[in-house]
């Protein structure tokens, strides 16, 4: 069910985002006096087909969704039939004209997470408060004095309400190399600022996610040795245990955390093993032959059984960002601004060399991240469409040939020399720029299919 989850919240959100990059050119292109022949989202055979318009442009919706494109009339089109309005072919318009038409589908991409972000911030962010749970010896956040129960409430200038906020918030200010004042709230009150050094960039920046690479691990809910779900038929059933069962000790050792439970097992995979719990006030003792199972390469022992978790101290952790409607525009405009810069730093490390180039996503991964935020709610999923949307208008806005910033690269040229690009030159521009899409789209794949891996 996750998976068919994931790809329908993939397809509806790469639809959308491509119908609203591809009507930027088509809206454009319109109000410029270009005749538009067809508007296509998707590639491949057409699952839908509509012809309309004074001009009869055909509108379509073809089987492959990962693209699209908005075909105008154009006189070096060998398809173009003789006779037509040529005083409206896409290459008969000023240079000025032709680049307003081109960076329309990026800056409807840009409008387009503005408007994301705003809904966003309307609907309310749900988030978890930004408590250390557990901080690494000789880490980062050890050095600069961090401790579990530590909240962080605000990283240099920038609040903190949530992890998210305080993840984002970290990646930018490393980007600075330098050290920065985290302003935390102690478990008992009392407020510091923690001076923390972010100028090893290279690190912060290779693959893993930031927090662990600083040393801190979020506050996660204490689990006590309390038995949850039972799978049904599982090693703990057949051996009588229950759900609400509290496991007081294993083979003689005692059990204090679930986490004990769990090593005590995994360390016994198809052997015996004797359980002393409490159940209703009295003290029992099990006998449980553990099954096993396959675990990066190792095999452990399982009970088939989950613990039990009090709901309570998460809803005691949840937070909820909400803005009213005008407060909630000038904030997606903000966002929106802050990560695009963010994303162009990330990208100008990675060509530098000084960002791992295994920090680039696939399809694959962008879809298993669209199912989640689909299921986490409207607000998460509208977070996902903005950053996804903030991307496409950047990755378009690259001078590379067949992209949108490639043509707008020979545009400037134009301008420049007072003439247009040779076709030998567009042509030879053409082949490279499909031999450098390709190559990026095999390094996320793979990084996609390694991640996958383990």
């Given at each position: 069910m996750s998976i068919l989850i994931s790809i329908a919240a993939?397809?509806?959100?790469?639809?959308v985002l491509v119908t609203v990059h591809e009507y930027g050119h088509y809206w454009v292109a319109r109000r410029a006096g270009v005749k538009v022949l067809r508007f296509s989202v998707g590639f491949g055979r057409p699952l839908w087909r509509r012809v309309a318009g004074p001009d009869r442009t055909e509108y379509v919706i073809a089987a492959i969704p990962l693209g699209g494109y908005v075909k105008m009339l154009d006189e070096r089109d060998p398809d173009t039939p003789p006779g037509e309005d040529l005083s409206r072919a896409f290459n008969r318009q000023p240079v000025g004209k032709r680049i307003a038409i081109v960076a329309a589908g990026?800056?409807?991409?840009?409008?387009?997470?503005?408007?994301?972000?705003?809904?966003?911030?309307?609907?309310?962010?749900?988030?978890?408060?930004?408590?250390?749970?557990?901080?690494?010896?000789?880490?980062?956040?050890?050095?600069?004095?961090f401790v579990s129960g530590d909240r962080l409430i605000s990283v240099a200038d920038t609040e903190?309400?949530?992890?998210?906020?305080?993840?984002?918030?970290?990646?930018e200010r490393s980007l600075d190399s330098q050290r920065v004042a985290v302003?935390?709230?102690?478990?008992?009150?009392?407020?510091?600022?923690?001076?923390?050094?972010?100028?090893?960039?290279?690190?912060?920046?290779?693959?893993?996610?930031l927090l662990d690479k600083i040393g801190i691990t979020p506050w996660r809910p204490r689990l006590d040795p309390v038995l949850g779900e039972l799978v049904s038929g599982g090693p703990a059933v057949q051996a009588g245990l229950q759900s609400g069962d509290r496991v007081l000790a294993a083979d003689g050792e005692p059990v204090h955390t679930w986490q004990g439970l769990v090593e005590h097992i995994q360390a016994r995979p198809d052997g015996m093993m004797q359980l002393e719990v409490e159940r209703d006030g009295s003290r029992l003792q099990v006998a449980v032959r553990t099954g096993s199972r396959e675990d990066n390469g190792r095999i452990v022992g399982i009970i088939g059984a989950y613990p039990h978790v009090d709901t309570s101290q998460f809803e005691a952790?949840?937070?909820?960002?909400?803005h009213g409607p005008v407060e909630s525009f000038v904030n997606g405009v903000t966002r929106t601004w802050d990560m695009t810069v963010l994303t162009l730093r990330v990208l100008w490390r990675l060509v530098m060399g000084e960002a791992s180039v295994k920090n680039i996503s696939g399809p694959i991964s962008i879809a298993e991240y669209a199912g989640v935020t689909a299921v986490i709610g409207v607000a998460a999923f509208l977070g996902f469409m903005a950053i996804v949307s903030i991307s496409l208008g950047i990755i378009n806005l690259?001078?590379?040939?067949?992209?949108?910033?490639?043509?707008?690269?020979?545009?400037?040229v134009e301008i420049v020399k007072g003439s247009p690009v040779s076709p030998q030159v567009e042509a030879i521009g053409q082949r490279v720029g499909l031999v450098m899409i390709a190559l990026l789209m095999t390094l996320a794949f793979y990084n996609d299919i390694m991640r996958i891996l383990g």
């Open positions: 993939f397809v509806v959100a790469i639809g990026p800056a409807f991409n840009f409008l387009f997470a503005i408007l994301a972000y705003w809904l966003m911030f309307m609907v309310g962010i749900g988030g978890v408060k930004p408590v250390v749970g557990e901080v690494a010896p000789a880490s980062l956040a050890a050095e600069a004095g903190t309400p949530t992890w998210e906020l305080a993840s984002l918030a970290l990646l302003r935390v709230e102690t478990a008992d009150g009392r407020e510091f600022v923690r001076w923390l050094d972010l100028s090893d960039t290279r690190r912060l920046l290779d693959e893993g996610p952790m949840r937070t909820t960002v909400r690259l001078p590379i040939p067949m992209l949108d910033g490639g043509h707008l690269l020979y545009y400037l």
